[in-house]
Structure formats: structure tokens, C-alpha cells
């Protein structure tokens, strides 16, 4: 397993529709693996695989111990409902926004080993389930706040790149005692 960098926005990858997979084999496996153990040490709750430079129909969502899925070529079959909540993106980070978004949905997808799985969501679950499902097709959080508040959340982000011109965020650990420096 390896750690994976993450791309930010600007990054053409985040705005390519990404591949259907053909087949879930090894290599498409040990890339979960990835995304797993990128999403933890990023403290997301999900992560596609486009977000780390790789344009396929995969992500992972994990929101807690025994609520963690891998989605191979996923989609959602039901939605029900709507709620409003804030939602960021390790994309974007440091960013937050509003973003209204089914209740409930059911998602239907392979798992790492090629099993076709039903997954039923609410609350984060959903949430989650329908945000990495956008990235896949190219759609980040900041297109569904609106004109205007994507428009502010653009140049906050902006303001917080501070000039860096780069796209692609490298997952190094801080050196021991970092914080106290
Ligand atoms: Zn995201």
C-alpha cells in the first residue's frame, strides 16, 4: 500500500468524467488500498479516484469502523428526500459550503472483489455516497452551492493558495514535533 497525492482544484483531472472499470482485478484492488489508506491519513470520509490523479469510476467512503465501502463503477438507484448541510472536500481544503443533497440514497456498485453490493444511506453515509459519486463525474461541491456563494468559496480559495501555483497536494507525514516548532 501507498499513500497516494492528492490533486486540487485546478487540476484537469477533478473535471474529467472518469472510465467505467472493466474488470476488478489486483491492480484495481491494491489502487483501493490506496484510497483507503489515502482517506485516513487525509481524515476524509471519502476519496475518488480522480481526487488522486486517476480517472475511473472508483472511490471510497468510510465514516466510521464497520461503515467503510469501496465503489467500483457506482451508482445511485434510489433517492429519497433532501437536507442541507456544510460539506468540504480535500480538494478544496479549507473550504466550506452548503450544499443540499438527497436524504437517502441507494447506491449500487462492485466491491474490491468484484461483488455487486447495495448500499443504503442516510445522514453522512448518503452525503458522502453522493459527493465522491459527483467527483467521478467531474462535479466538485462548490457547482451545487449556487452562482454566487461558489463565486465567494473561489476566491477564498484563492486567497488561502496564498500564490502557490501547484495542483497536487503530497500526503508526507509532519515531522515528528512539528507542532511545537
Ligand atoms: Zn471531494
Known amino acids: 500500500m501507498s499513500l497516494r497525492n492528492i490533486h486540487l482544484l485546478g487540476s484537469p483531472v477533478l473535471r474529467q468524467p472518469s472510465e467505467h472499470v472493466a474488470k476488478v482485478d489486483d491492480q484495481v484492488r491494491a489502487f483501493v488500498a490506496d484510497l483507503f489508506e489515502t482517506m485516513d491519513f487525509s481524515k476524509g470520509v471519502g476519496l475518488a479516484a480522480n ?60 466491491d474490491e472483489r468484484g461483488t455487486r453490493r447495495r448500499i443504503e444511506g442516510t445522514a453522512l453515509l448518503a452525503r458522502a455516497l453522493q459527493h465522491e459519486i459527483d467527483h467521478l463525474d467531474g462535479i466538485l461541491f462548490i457547482d451545487r452551492v449556487g452562482p454566487f456563494k461558489r463565486r465567494s468559496l473561489v476566491r477564498q480559495w484563492e486567497k488561502s493558495r496564498k500564490g502557490k501555483t501547484g495542483f497536487i497536494k503530497e500526503s508526507i507525514a509532519e515531522p515528528e514535533g512539528a507542532d511545537q516548532a
Open 51 to 110: 481526487q488522486v490523479g486517476v480517472a475511473k469510476r472508483i472511490a471510497v467512503v468510510g465514516i466510521g469502523e464497520g461503515e467503510r465501502y469501496a465503489l467500483i463503477n457506482p451508482v445511485i438507484v434510489e433517492r429519497e428526500g433532501s437536507v442541507k448541510e456544510e460539506e468540504g472536500c480535500l480538494s478544496i481544503p479549507d473550504i466550506y459550503g452548503d450544499v443540499e443533497r438527497s436524504a437517502r440514497v441507494v447506491v449500487e456498485a462492485l
